[in-house]
Each structure stands twice: as structure tokens, then as C-alpha cells.
């Protein structure tokens, strides 16, 4: 039996060029063109790293806007 995996995506279409990653979904440009053609384990495995590479992608946008003031 093959599982259907559901995309991630958001319909949140922004390449950000720090990570390379879309704000949305937390995928590469090679990831969403070749989503459809990937087998259902391979988009699976995907799907469980996409929560991990956004938090990490959150964390380090907040670091790079946190600042640092001193007198």
C-alpha cells in the first residue's frame, strides 16, 4: 500500500537567500520542483525534517536581530 503524503506547503511562497529555504514550507528550490516526482518515503522523510530546519531557521533570524546595548 502507498501512503499519500500531503505537502507541506503554505501557500507562503518566499525564498529567503540567508537559508535558501521558503519561509513557508522550509524547503529548497530542488525540493518543491521535484516534490511530485519524489516516492512517498522520500517526501515522508522530508516531512520529518522540515519542523527542525524551521526552528532552526527561527532561531537564527532571531539571534541576527537580537542587539546587544551596553554603556
Known sequence: ?????????????????ASGLCAGCGRTLDE???WGSMSAAEQARLMDILPQ???????????????????
Open 53 to 71: 530546519r524551521l526552528e532552526a531557521r527561527t532561531k537564527s533570524k532571531s539571534q541576527e536581530t537580537s542587539y546587544s546595548f551596553s554603556r
Open 1 to 17: 500500500m502507498t501512503r499519500i503524503v500531503a505537502t507541506p506547503c503554505v501557500k507562503v511562497c518566499v525564498m529567503e537567500s
Open 32 to 34: 518543491i520542483a521535484c
